[in-house]
């Protein structure tokens, strides 16, 4: 399987899919969020964590650089990136220990975090399109190729 991808229009649309993202993951892996400001990775993000179970708000980490969320049996990791001045400043947050374990790790800018970050089970790169959005999926290894393939099939 290559790259998948897909056309969603508003942001309920972009939710759902996470959901569907949610159910594809079993709450195990890396997924990189690629995409300009305001292009919907985020709101992607809300849906995965909603997805997985969470009930309340979702924030951005923008400020915090990760959200933890404990969601019964599951664990996530929501980063956000953008304002990582130095991608050294992640081996001071204990970067490696999110990716030990069962977790599904999120990860807005990935690009920001060069070098100190694994390689990611699957990216997602998010661009405007007409009065929606398009998400290209690549998968970059067998667990992101079973969960392209596990979409594909739900959005044929």
């Known amino acids: 399987m290559s790259e998948l ?6 942001e309920e649309a972009m939710t759902d899919f996470g959901a569907q993202i949610a159910q594809v993951t079993e709450s195990n892996g890396i997924i990189f969020l690629e995409g300009d400001l305001g292009a919907g990775k985020t709101t992607l ?4 964590i909603r997805g997985l179970g969470h009930v309340g708000a979702v924030k951005s980490p923008t400020f915090t650089l990760v959200e933890p969320y404990e969601i019964g049996r599951y664990r996530a990791y929501h980063f956000d990136l953008y304002r990582l001045v130095d991608p050294e400043e992640l ?3 204990g970067i490696r220990d999110y990716f030990e374990g069962q977790a599904l790790c999120l990860i807005e800018w990935p ?3 060069a070098g100190f970050l694994p390689k990611p089970d699957l990216t997602i790169t998010i661009r405007p399109h007409d ?3 398009t998400l290209t999926l690549s998968p970059e290894g067998s667990r992101g190729e079973a ?3 596990a979409l594909a099939l739900k959005f044929k």
């Open 5 to 10: 991808t897909l056309h969603v229009v508003g």
């Open 45 to 48: 993000s809300r849906g995965i």
């Open 91 to 93: 081996e001071f947050l």
């Open 111 to 113: 690009r920001l975090g």
């Open 131 to 133: 009065e929606g959005r």
């Open 147 to 149: 969960w392209c393939a």
